[in-house]
């Protein structure tokens, strides 16, 4: 039996790992070191958002977890760093930065929590969505409050009977004068009924995705409700609820763009949406790595460090060698998609699936290499293979990451 100490030594190994990270490259094996080819700038921003892992995420994330906490004024000192809208526009609030500049925030902020994270990528998605295809008016009556985090953002594409057949939804916005009344529901909302704007996807004209249209729903609108919160495996530092339309009046002027435009701008938004989640996969994956190194070193069976056994030894090459592939992988992307490449939709459509993939792989090893003190919740690796699993599904299964693929190699 393990002693009350003994426990918390388990969980104080996130905050350690992610201490080690912050450091720099002092404790990071240079092989698998994130910062190498980064520019200084660069380097200054992944600093900024490891510290920030490290001291505001990291210490916390057990308890977050356990409890369902969604860590509010944790984002809003996020935010105060300018993480709440970064690849926005500096001129509504946003950082202004670049694609790469984003993955790099994401993976580091995600070796402190990944669930946590993953819904500030969603966030960021959402408010650039309004910052680019919004009017100037929406752009400075929306961005403001949602790059400082004093309001949050739900991107509403999925439905109860359309998941990755997303040109089929269902949920109508008939137009009523100068209102959209919309009826119909969401499923698997992130943020669901704790957060204050909603960008939802809905059919305005004909089937298929030329007749859909992206409304901005604010919270308190009448005829808006949220489903109950759900039980999940993971990702549970943010809520998750159905988004239900009954009757709900929205203002035309809360219209991104023009009609029959929606699924192309949510389309658009999810090309960065899965660098982001891709990017979150990569800073689960290094704390993971990490966590089986330490564990290597100090566990002894047989009389000896496990570090000394060459099948693990072996092991651990093979973590960090995805893990750098992974990462080289979504940089790429992260770049093409910034320059407006032909080849951004599936080179982003590519790294998804692959770091997704292969950092869920990671982690569950590192898991393995726990032992059976790897599937007790005192220890944090669990919490990342939790934690990590569903991003092989959202912002497309990875099943639709090889069709888009396949497609464009075979009309290529």
């Given at each position: 039996r393990r002693t009350a100490p003994a426990v918390a030594m388990a969980w104080r190994a996130a905050p350690r790992v992610a201490a080690?990270?912050?450091l720099g490259r002092r404790g990071i094996a240079?092989?698998?070191?994130?910062?190498v080819g980064l520019t200084e700038d660069q380097k200054e921003f992944q600093k900024v958002a490891l510290d920030f892992a490290a001291k505001e995420m990291a210490p916390y994330m057990a308890e977050w977890d356990e409890k369902e906490i969604f860590p509010v004024e944790t984002m809003q000192k996020a935010a105060q760093l300018g993480f709440g809208g970064i690849y926005v526009k500096?001129?509504?609030g946003g950082s202004g930065l670049s694609r790469l500049d984003t993955s790099i925030i994401f993976e580091a902020?995600?070796?402190g929590c990944t669930s946590t994270t993953a819904y500030m990528s969603i966030h960021n998605m959402c408010v650039w969505m309004i910052d680019t295809f919004g009017s100037e008016e929406q752009r400075r009556r929306f961005c403001p409050s949602l790059c400082s985090m004093e309001k949050f953002a739900s991107y509403c594409l999925t439905e109860p009977?359309?998941?990755?057949?997303?040109?089929?939804?269902?949920?109508?916005?008939?137009r009523k004068g100068d209102t959209y009344v919309l009826n119909g529901s969401k499923a698997f909302i992130s943020g669901g009924g704790d957060t204050d704007v909603y960008v939802v996807m809905c059919r305005t004209g004909g089937p298929g995705p030329k007749g859909i249209s992206c409304l901005v729903v604010e919270k308190g609108t009448p005829g808006l409700s949220f489903g109950k919160k759900e039980r999940?495996?993971?990702w549970n530092s943010q809520p998750t609820r159905a988004v239900i339309f009954e009757d709900c009046a929205v203002p035309v002027g809360n219209r991104l763009g023009a009609e029959g435009q929606g699924f192309s701008i949510a389309m658009q938004g999810l090309n960065g949406g899965r660098i982001n989640i891709a990017s979150c996969s990569l800073g689960a994956a290094h704390a993971s790595v990490l966590l089986a190194q330490e564990h290597l070193t100090v566990r002894k069976q047989f009389g000896e460090p496990l570090a000394n056994n060459q099948y693990l030894q072996f092991g651990l090459a093979e973590m960090a060698t995805r893990l750098v592939a992974a990462r080289l992988m979504v940089r790429n992307a992260a770049r093409a998609l910034q320059d407006g490449r032909e080849d951004a939709a599936v080179l982003c459509s590519m790294a998804k699936l692959f770091a997704t993939d292969e950092c869920f792989l990671i982690c569950n090893q590192a898991l393995q290499m726990h032992g059976g003190y790897g599937y007790l919740k005192d220890y944090a690796v669990q919490q990342f293979v939790r934690d990590i699993r569903v991003h092989q599904i959202l912002e497309g299964t990875n099943e639709v990451m090889r069709m888009i693929v396949a497609r464009n190699l075979l009309q290529g």
């Open positions: 080690r990270l912050a240079s092989c698998i070191d994130p910062s500096p001129d509504v902020l995600s070796t009977g359309s998941g990755s057949d997303a040109a089929s939804l269902l949920t109508s916005a008939q999940k495996v993971g």
